[in-house]
């Protein structure tokens, strides 16, 4: 079992516990009010994942996805817990969503917004859909106090999955044991229909990617993959997100779910649908 450490008492045995670990005698995971929030291990041990899985669910799927991951799809590329930052928030006005000036919608505000959702790397070529997106984006502003990226990264993904000939995900069975080859079943409605492909990989993300890659015949590059806790407590959400480049253009897919598997793949499933997008006469 790891040693544990309140929070309040790790500052003053940081240096004792740090040279601990680096020694290589033991674990350390540090707890606020019981619950743990980091975790200090040797790195490339066989104790990490005897120490990760004493710990809460959140922590687990972490480990499990970074093992995945690493072991398959992302050509080496570990993810990362990404750190929780206010995002950047949006001017209202220039979404054409002025009230006291009596405006609600503009063109130039939809202009705005397309190149916004450009610069989000989740760009929007169909006109229905785009208008569809500044309507829904002009309902959050009279909503919201303040509007943020993400705001608009989240609504372009959810009206792209909700349209039609748009990829997405149904089902997906893993099988993966200790020294063989993993196997991902993965069901996609590819627009004309739902279809399924059956494929092995080095671990249960390079499977699910390549049979993914199969029904698309799409082949994009993982250019990052991280990994955060959506949700506090043991029954945690885990969401993906991925960063997929093909043909020179770049997407960003989010996936969540209690599953860590599953949340990467659907997200790698989203970033396909932006590319997808991308792709389609404006």
């Known amino acids: 079992m790891p040693r544990t450490v309140e929070l309040r008492e790790f500052a003053g045995q940081a240096l004792a516990l740090i040279d601990a670990v680096a020694a290589g005698d ?3 995971v540090v707890l606020r009010d019981g619950a743990p ?3 200090l291990s ?5 104790q990490a994942p005897a120490v990760l899985a004493n710990l809460p669910r959140w922590e687990e799927w972490v480990h499990v996805l970074r093992e995945s991951f690493v072991q398959g799809g992302g050509g080496g590329m570990l993810p990362t817990q990404v750190p929780v930052h206010e995002p950047p928030r949006l001017d209202k006005t220039q979404l054409g969503f002025d009230p006291q000036s009596g405006i609600v919608g503009s063109d130039a505000g939809r202009d705005f917004l397309a190149s916004e959702l450009v ?3 989740v760009p929007i070529a169909d006109e229905g859909l785009l208008s569809a997106t500044y309507a829904r984006v002009l309902q959050l502003c009279e909503d919201k106090d303040s509007l943020y990226e993400p705001d608009l990264r989240v609504l372009a993904q959810e009206i792209i999955a909700e349209a039609p000939q748009r990829l997405r995900l149904l089902a997906v069975t893993i099988t993966s044991s200790t020294g063989l080859p993993a196997t991902a079943e993965v069901t996609l409605e590819l627009g004309q229909g739902p279809a399924m492909r ?3 990989g080095d671990g249960p993300l390079d499977a699910a990617f390549k049979a993914i890659q199969r029904l698309t015949r799409l082949e994009p590059v993982v250019e990052n993959f991280s990994v955060v806790a959506a949700t506090p407590g043991r029954d945690a959400l885990a969401e993906a997100v991925v960063e997929l480049m093909l043909d020179e253009r770049r997407a960003v897919g989010a996936g969540a779910s209690t599953n860590a598997i599953e949340a990467g793949i659907q997200a790698y499933v989203n970033a ?3 590319l997808l997008e ?3 006469p404006a």
Do not use: K
Not at 42 to 46: D, E, K, L, R
């Open 198 to 200: 059956r494929e092995h």
């Open 37 to 39: 929030i980091a975790l």
């Open 26 to 28: 033991e674990s350390v």
């Open 42 to 46: 040797p790195i490339g041990t066989a």
């Open 278 to 280: 991308a792709r389609a």
């Open 272 to 274: 396909l649908n932006f």
């Open 119 to 121: 610069r989000l790397n």
